[in-house]
């Protein structure tokens, strides 16, 4: 057995296999079908300091090779994420990472307050990324100072790990990495979905009730592949890659790429356990080419 | 209790262009199944299919730990559902959801009308059945375009009476099932219906204003089927509520339908 621990600012992970929110609920959705602990962590659905509804119904439409999204971040609040869902999944036994998203500065430092009280979420995932939402989100996380800015802001009150999930939908990923990293970020994951958009021919309606969404899915990895390698290259912080990893194949390509640790998103939906799956099937390849690490891996790309 | 386990497919019928019916057989006991709940079935060798696909349980043979599946070729990845051969596995996830309710055991007097259209009579059946096992009696109101579209029909002769309608009226009455006759002539202390949303619409506006209580299944296209994604949400009295696991089945007083 190859050493599969990673360390994330503070954390270690006991595999650098995460599972993507949005796509894996609070993790108790799950639960049936396979040992939560034997993942290296589970960033839950974005959390806001108010509740949410959402976006309208159509909310998704199926690409070939992936889906596109405009989910809106439902959710119902910081507050009842504390007292009803916490209790639930404390005892979760991996690294229970909260996803924050906000439409202001203030918010996002009001809810990243509330969750580092909790003694066990080790860590946020700070979501200047959502492509669905009208205020906030996206818009943080495609300009340089505003990114920096919340970053910042949710440094003063957040002493525990800070991850900041990018957008791919900017024209230099890098820039905003770095730009994060400068505010004290300890990590960045990367990517978040590609703004996209469907059409009913028949009807000459958008398939989406906001007529563009966010592209997830196997599609959109040569994207997030590029990108993870290019972010892991201009930041000394560890880089978390996502973005269409549907086999352990796919992950081991983004360990090489520079990521430290990954996540698995819309995958989850098609096969439940595939999280699982991704773990096992890196600690066989970490065996079969002789490291004794994953750490070994992480930006050994021959170039 | 949700499970994944691959299915061996024992029997694909095709009942017409448009339909194929699947028995499936599990290796193992079957967990407990409501009437209702559906399956998430996943699509292998479908390049163009990336989720996988919801499907009502159209009946359930515990003794031989087999399920059917009433699969209507809407794709490719349905088509692909329709090219399974026997022998082949077909990887599921179950039981998905809320079912139909039950009424009380000192119910059985009632009146129970099922009422389906088009692919939405799947689950129908196998509430139907289960209905009869427990001692009621339920009744069928079935709608499709035209006779060949009518699907199944000797299965749900044997549970219940079966009324018919046919838009072109090729069998049973001519129009919708919200006009069949049976409606005027009897008053169902409970309705059940599954159908196109249209259909559904105007079969609750039909049990609102009599005051029967209706309960519908939604078909709200879906991802992930667990209630992680959120995207196959419909807005009712509580917000917008999953309807993999909150539903598929709804009573039309927790709906927002404008009826």
Redesign the interface.
Known sequence: MADLTVKIGQLTLKNPVLTASGTFGYGLEYADFFDLSEIGGIVVKGTTLHPREGNAYPRMAETPAGMLNAVGLQNKGVDYFVSHIYPAIKEINTCMIVNVSGSTIDDYVACAARINDLEKIPAIELNISCPNVKQGGMAFGTDCASAAAVVKAVRQVYNKTLIVKLSPNVTDITKIAQAVETEGADAVSLINTLLGMAVNTETRKPVLSTITGGLSGACIKPVALRMVYQTAKAVKIPVIGMGGISCAKDAIEFIIAGATAIQIGTYNFIDPTISVKVAEGINEYLERHGFSSVQELTASLQV | ????ADWIVVENTPLNVRYCLLRLRLNQELPEMQPGQFVQA?IENS??????RPISIHYVHRDKREIGLLVQIVGNGTQKLASLTVGEKLNL?YPIGKGFSIPKPDKTKQTLLLIGGGVGIAPLLFLGQTLKQQGFIPEFLLGARTRNDLLCLDDFAAVGAVYITTEDGSIGEKGFVSNHSVLSNTKADFIYTCGPKPMMMAVARYAKRHNIPCEVSLE????????????????TVD??TCVCTEGPVFNINELLWQI
């Open positions: 209790m949700k499970y994944l996943k390049p163009s299919t990336f989720l996988r996830i709200n296209t879906m991802a992930c089927g667990i209630g992680a994604c959120l995207c196959c949400v419909e807005k917000g917008n």
